[in-house]
């Protein structure tokens, strides 16, 4: 007995009723018990409080769970490859984001040769972001190297040569830029179309392979040269996407992209995205600001139903489900494999509440990813999809309603 | 997971009593687990582990709803030897005053129930992750304790004051 129930082993008849005593407490309990009517009308009370918790059994798991706790799961670990992917992404936005920079420093350079009487040859100017970024002693190699060549060439090919030459010169210096990011951009295989859009070619752009080298330069130039980072656009002001990116780093990029969603009314489509992330990011705004593609929205209760409403055009909901048999065995790989889908081409499957199949779910996409789902659709026997019943301004939605086969 | 998914669906509902909310502290559950599953070194059972995930997480979202403690009519103020709040600090001073036949036996068994189900949401959430555990789980005490990360006499003490105070509420709303 304890030093605080001299009188009523109050806290041990607790343990001796569940057997969780030594000898020497049941010995004492049992003796206390044996002259105490109130001991043993408690003890009796607790067994029977015991009983009622034990047999106040909860409800069944619901039928539907597993398949969304799978669902989720396979979410998830989609979301962790896109997560990964988009890492990749990045770092080719935020070179087109520089590289624009890049193209605008140029310019400036440019016209401050221009006013000061300095003849700067086209084929110098797209290469490279300007003379004041390379070495004087580098300068001065490459122009004791042309001069070399000289003799031997014809006069118009020395802008070409001089290109070339100072090829070791710009790996010098994006050695000690120390962008890291730069190795992955050349992996990317996105980085070439995002930095030809960014840049038309032709103009102020150079060849990708070029622009994914000058990339780092312009970071490296615009520390240098402050007077000239004041005039020319930031990274964020080039491409949204790459905010962060060219001045913190490529993981500060990410990091903003994961927390800071963009709101439905400031969404204008980078020239530089992906389709899939402009799908994305029309899909986030035609719902109202909620990132569809977010794998804790997928199952929707509530307040996410009626963003779907709005997203939709809110006549879907009347419509007639589309059948989709499956055998139960198969049910919950099924839907895992579809939710996968949907989220893949930006869009939202819910799977709603409720008790046992079957059920409807709501799959709410963009516009452009229709074609495409309307084909995995049908692959899987759902018929009957057609774009024009039941598609809002630019998401469209439809119910599936799943039935059993035995 | 289908083999563990109605366990921690038990353990889960007897702590939050509300099945919507068992439903998204179960899906969490096994996310977190899959998130955490190279982090799982052996050292307890799996369901354990997994067990110990669904309390966590089950009193995460007790706690992030503890208004509905604050709204219980019971008094909160004490605060029990182990820390957690004592809904009825009276009942382990060993005061036996009622000497009448005790409302618990004799109340009908849905009313019972009707009165258990009251008086549980009203424990503070901890001693109610123990009791789910011992009377709903039928958990060893030593169970509970590696669960919860208790030491034994704490998993003792929660219990019987959890139990006592039950008691009280449950017969003192027939008075």
Redesign the interface.
Known sequence: MTD?????P??????WI?G?VTPEERAAVESHLAGC???R??A???R???G?????E??P??EE??A???W??RG?SAAARRGASRWLRVVPLTAAATLAAVALLVTVVVHQNSERGTQVTPAIQAPYPGPARVSPELEREAQEAAARKKQAQAPGAVASKRVALQKPALAEVRKDAGVAGLEEAKVAPEATSSEQNAVPAGKTGPPAAAATDHAPIATRYRSDRSELATAKPSAAEVAPEAQGGAVGGVLGGVENQESAAPPAAAYAPSPAASPAETRRARALAASGGTDLAEPSAK?I?GEGFRDLDVACGGSWSAMQPLSWRLAASERERAVGDLGTLVDGLGGRLSIP?GPGFPTVLTIGIPRDGWDELRTALKKRGIEGVALDAHAGERVACLRVEIRLED | MRAHLPQVWRVAHRILRHREDTEDVVQEVFLVAHRSLAGFRGESRFSTWLCRIAVTRALNHLERAEEKVRRSSLSIDATAADGAPDPNPGAMRGELVDRSPSPLRTLESRELMRRLRDCFEKLPSTWRAVVALRDGEDRSYEEIAAVLGLALGTVRSRLARARLSLRECVGGESS
């Open positions: 605080r129930e001299p009188e009523h109050r806290e041990l008849l607790s343990a569940d969780e009517p109130a001991c009308d408690l009796e009370d607790l029977a409080l015991s009622a918790v034990a047999s106040d909860p409800p798991v619901p769970l597993p969304r706790v799978a989720r799961i998830e199952v209760k509440s």
